[in-house]
């Protein structure tokens, strides 16, 4: 069984010896950054700008995928895409292990999230996307896993019910909505058809993963890349009603089609995707129960309020899978 408090060993003194012992020479301070799947620090060093140390949770991935994740990211990196990439530390290796714990050191950047009502920052996105795309086509991860929207929908909500997520009074409502959420998520799969590309991606491209100081614009925290389509990197820089995200959606695919050809068949995806994402949410704050840090930083969970709230949320979210798919302005 998972330790459900894999970070009670990481002491500040193990956390700075494990930095110290990857070849660096500290100078003591120490800083907590919000993190909650992770445990983040900025570590002062002594006469150099201080490093990001990033400790992955115990027994989430496997040594084998954050060598992937780091492969991708050195990778983009090397093809001039503006990725937070981790450094090489003395050793010659991108990760490091001190005590049992899993780690990498990156060089820390600043930034503020993107504007994304701003035409032209969609423009820039979506081109960095397209090129970043090319080079996620390249090849497989071997090791990272794939998006799987029916499966995944049918596990996550099992493990909720099974576990007793679902307040008794509202199981008769979740027990009827989530197999129509499945087979309105399997219609729009189907629309899609099954020749959609899979390519290596972001995973989890959301603005607050994009940072922009000084009109560059940063990828950081790839802690998510898996193999999946292309849309599952542009749909959550969309926002709004369905003519906003419509004129957005197009402003991105402008700049990704300057690199790459993007397929109209993957707009039928947007909200099986959707659907997925929310209910992964969920079932992540329900794994992660356990860790301190997540009563704490998201109280409003577990109480019959939240459940209440996602099973209205989830009916609009049915709503939305059966509309027609997002247009885009003058296509479709």
Not at 73 to 80: M, R
Not at 125 to 153: C, E, K, V
């Amino acid at each position: 069984m998972t330790n459900p408090h894999p970070y009670d060993d990481l002491t500040p003194d193990v956390l700075l010896d494990a930095i110290e012992a990857a070849g660096f020479e500290i100078s003591g301070r120490l800083f907590a950054l919000n993190s909650y799947e992770n445990r983040v620090y900025q570590v002062g060093l002594e006469g150099k700008p201080p490093l990001i140390a990033k400790f992955y949770r115990p027994g989430r991935w496997q040594e084998a995928q954050i060598r992937e994740e780091h492969s991708f990211s050195k990778e983009l990196e090397a093809a001039g895409i503006p990725v937070v990439a981790p450094l090489k530390m003395p050793s010659g290796d991108t990760l490091g292990e001190h005590r049992g714990f899993l780690f990498a050191l990156f060089n820390q950047r600043g930034g503020q999230a993107p504007d994304t009502s701003v035409e032209d920052t969609l423009y820039r996105l979506g081109s960095w996307l397209g090129q970043m795309h090319n080079i996620g086509a390249r090849q497989p991860f071997r090791h990272r896993p794939a998006l799987d929207i029916l499966p995944g929908l049918t596990d996550n909500s099992r493990f909720l019910t099974d576990n007793g997520w679902i307040p008794a009074d509202l199981r008769p409502a979740w027990d009827t909505l989530i197999p129509d959420l499945i087979n309105h998520c399997e219609a729009r799969l189907r629309d899609a058809g099954d020749a959609i590309n899979q390519i290596r991606l972001h995973g989890d491209c959301h603005a607050g993963n994009i940072l922009v100081r000084d009109e560059q614009m940063l990828f950081v925290d790839l802690d998510d890349c898996r193999s999946g389509p292309a849309i599952q990197d542009l749909w959550l820089l969309l926002n709004g009603d369905d003519h906003s995200r419509g004129a957005q959606f197009a402003e991105l695919l402008e700049g990704y089609e300057m690199f790459r050809e993007f397929d109209r068949r993957e707009r039928h995806l947007i909200e099986p995707l959707r659907c997925y994402r929310q209910i992964s949410h969920c079932t992540w704050l329900a794994r992660r129960w356990d860790d301190p840090a997540f009563p704490r930083f998201f109280p409003w969970f577990g109480q019959p309020r939240f459940w209440s709230d996602q099973i209205l949320s989830l009916r609009e979210q049915l709503a939305a899978l059966q509309a027609p798919a997002l247009s885009i302005p003058g296509q479709f």
